[in-house]
């Protein structure tokens, strides 16, 4: 079993839509949780950064995390064919100083489509 | 300011030969990592380096793999011999090693295609 799952998709949704997008994990160590959005033939780049449990937002992202479930997902608003993109979930631990390495383990991506 | 910076950006090579991919992390990042992607097992932490010290290769896949740090400029990853099965997407990433928030920023990656 990997240590975070993420249903890769794909998934096609009409402009103005509502996007949610989630992962599952199993390392309870797992305190730092992020989400990437990466477009075709580019490296990822951050788009949600949140730590331990709770709801972040973000304009018309909103990511939330709930540790008791292991769950994390990410809802977008109002979705345009910009957002059309491959979203990937990351997570980490925090080092012995309570920081995070950056020693991210990612989900599989999902392959978001908006049509106009 | 420049981003991460890779090369090559494409590399096709024969089953066998030796492959060399490059990375300049971004100036002042000490952390530098190296991921592999591939549509099966999706992004994969090889090897990262704080400060230039190798501190953690458990996801090098096999003593064909091997990476550098020389300098705090400079990065590679080299493959020798190539296998069909190494074909993927090389991303290099860097972050500053205090930061505490995780953000890795990512280069561009190498396309790597074994024949």
């Known amino acids: 079993q990997k240590e975070v799952e993420q249903d890769p998709g794909p998934l096609s949704v009409p402009e103005g839509a509502i996007v949610s997008l989630n992962c599952t994990y199993s390392n309870s160590a797992f305190q730092y949780f992020m989400w990437y959005r990466q477009y075709s033939r580019k490296g990822p780049e951050l788009l949600m950064y949140t730590y331990s449990s709770g709801n972040k937002e973000d304009g018309r992202f909103t990511a939330q995390v709930d540790k008791s479930s292991k769950y994390i997902s990410l809802f977008i608003r109002d979705s345009q064919p910009s957002d059309s993109a491959t979203y990937l979930c990351a997570m980490s631990p925090p080092n012995a100083g309570g920081t995070s390495y950056g020693k991210l383990t990612f989900g599989q991506g999902t392959i978001l489509t908006v049509h106009p | 300011d420049a981003g991460v910076i890779q090369s090559p950006r494409h590399e096709v090579t024969e089953m066998g030969q030796e492959v060399t991919l490059r990375c300049k992390p971004i100036?002042?990042?000490?952390?530098l990592f190296w991921y592999r992607q591939t549509m099966m097992r999706g992004l994969e932490l090889l090897i990262y380096?704080?400060?230039?010290?190798?501190?953690?290769d458990s996801g090098m896949p096999e003593d064909r793999f091997s990476a550098k740090m020389p300098n705090a400029s400079f990065s590679t990853l080299k493959i020798q011999p190539s296998e069909p099965r190494d074909s993927a997407v090389y991303f290099c990433?860097?972050?500053?090693?205090?930061?505490?928030?995780?953000?890795?920023?990512f280069g561009e990656g190498s396309r790597l295609t074994v024949l």
């Open positions: 990433a860097s972050k500053p090693l205090r930061k505490n928030t995780g953000e890795l920023f």
């Open positions: 380096f704080n400060n230039n010290v190798p501190i953690d």
């Open positions: 100036s002042g990042h000490n952390s």
